[in-house]
């Protein structure tokens, strides 16, 4: 069984940072591609950030670009988004989802979601 479990969210003031975490089991982290994506309310879920199987490759969707962070560690079958500079904007649920193979920037190309952790920027 596939578990992807989130974690790291919090309240942080504008300008603030926060390392988010995901721990993956249930699966061979080096086959999958990894990302972040979030949902603030009463909005739907938008792509953050994505990472290829291996990490050496990265994409960001341009509100977090320059900001956000993405990274990985297949031996630790983990993922992070390390997010710097935040915004009250960037206030949302964040969750990490795993994809077969070669990264996407949209939901539905995603088989595995987690939970998600709560991100919450005060102005």
């Known amino acids: 069984q596939v578990q992807l479990v989130e974690s790291g969210g919090g309240l942080v003031q504008a300008g603030g940072s926060l390392r988010l975490s995901c721990g993956a089991s249930?699966?061979?982290?080096?086959?999958?591609?990894m990302a972040w994506f979030r949902q603030a309310a009463g909005k739907e879920r938008e792509f953050v950030a994505s990472?290829?199987?291996?990490?050496?490759?990265?994409w960001y969707s341009d509100s977090v670009k320059g900001r956000f962070t993405i990274s990985r560690d297949n031996a630790k079958n983990s993922v992070y988004l390390q997010m710097a500079s935040l915004k009250p904007e960037d206030t949302a649920v964040y969750y990490c989802?795993?994809?077969?193979?070669?990264?996407?920037?949209?939901?539905?190309?995603?088989?595995?979601w987690g939970q998600g952790t709560q991100v919450t920027v005060s102005s």
């Open positions: 249930g699966l061979t982290l080096n086959l999958y591609a």
């Open positions: 990472i290829s199987r291996s990490g050496g490759s990265t």
């Open positions: 989802a795993a994809r077969r193979g070669i990264a996407a920037m949209s939901v539905p190309g995603y088989d595995y």
